[in-house]
């Protein structure tokens, strides 16, 4: 059992064998299945190493049934995503979901080294909310900008219906002034609490996500601030992440992540 369903157990990230998607277009996107690792902060190296290896592993092998894009995050968890189609697709269940015969015994061994860096694991869903998402017109997600900054917003109970003319307000303002970064909102679907909106921006680096900021900032003026400030008032808790894509740990052969 433990050869046959490693995989799951690993990341659970897995798409039909019968798909091809060269690009990742936010067209393909509805839910995402996210698999956060929470790491002890001594064997960061040690899971990262682990990471590596099981890419090399997967490309040797040349699996092509799933894929996962991962992640670091600034409080040691890792997160590996997957976009699925639909909810039916796990519609029996994320282990049938994510089964895969991978019966090989060098997965024993990488199993057994990301177990000891592993301080605990979780599955959770999110949506993708395209119509509150705003994306500019080459504005890169993927290697070119790989730092990433993740905005948890735990809105209160029943301010929903709000909170999304909000956001949708908030991405008209961005097309009036045409802000050359862009924003992708996803909301919570499945293992989180409820209800969550995550807005998540990216740059090269940090220096370059705060200077894009300030010229956005500028940009949207007084009108930015007030719906800023009507925002807040539906929030109840928020919680700021920063970390990393890290495509050198992703398993993705003959894929990417979508511009535009």
Request: hydrophobic letters at 35%; aromatic letters at 16%.
């Amino acid at each position: 059992m433990k050869k046959n369903l490693i995989i799951v157990f690993l990341f659970g990230i897995v798409i039909q064998s019968n798909t091809a998607i060269s690009q990742l277009s936010d067209k393909e996107w509805d839910l995402m299945l996210i698999r956060e690792d929470k790491v002890w902060p001594s064997m960061t190296d040690e899971y990262e190493m682990t990471l590596a290896d099981l890419k090399e592993f997967l490309s040797e092998k040349e699996v092509q049934s799933f894929y996962y894009f991962t992640h670091m995050q600034d409080d040691y968890r890792f997160t590996h995503v997957t976009p699925i189609q639909n909810f039916n697709d796990l519609s029996k269940g994320i282990r049938s979901f994510m089964s895969k015969e991978v019966n090989d015994p060098e997965l024993d061994l990488i199993f057994n080294f990301l177990n000891e860096s592993i301080e605990s694991y979780r599955y959770y869903l999110v949506q993708y909310r395209p119509e509150y998402s705003y994306i500019a017109k080459g504005d890169d997600w993927g290697e070119g900008n790989p730092y990433r900054k993740w905005s948890y917003y735990y809105f209160h109970t029943g301010s929903e219906k709000e909170v999304e003319m909000i956001l949708a307000a908030w991405k008209q303002l961005y097309q009036k002034n045409e802000i050359n970064k862009g924003f992708r909102v996803f909301s919570g679907f499945l293992g989180v609490d409820q209800p969550l909106y995550i807005l998540t921006t990216w740059a090269k680096d940090p220096s370059d996500y705060h200077t894009n900021l300030e010229n956005i900032s500028a940009l949207l003026g007084e009108s930015g601030i007030a719906l800023w400030n009507k925002m807040m008032q539906n929030v109840r808790t928020t919680e700021t992440v920063e970390g990393w894509f890290l495509p050198q740990y992703s398993y993705a052969p003959g894929m990417k992540l979508a511009v535009d």
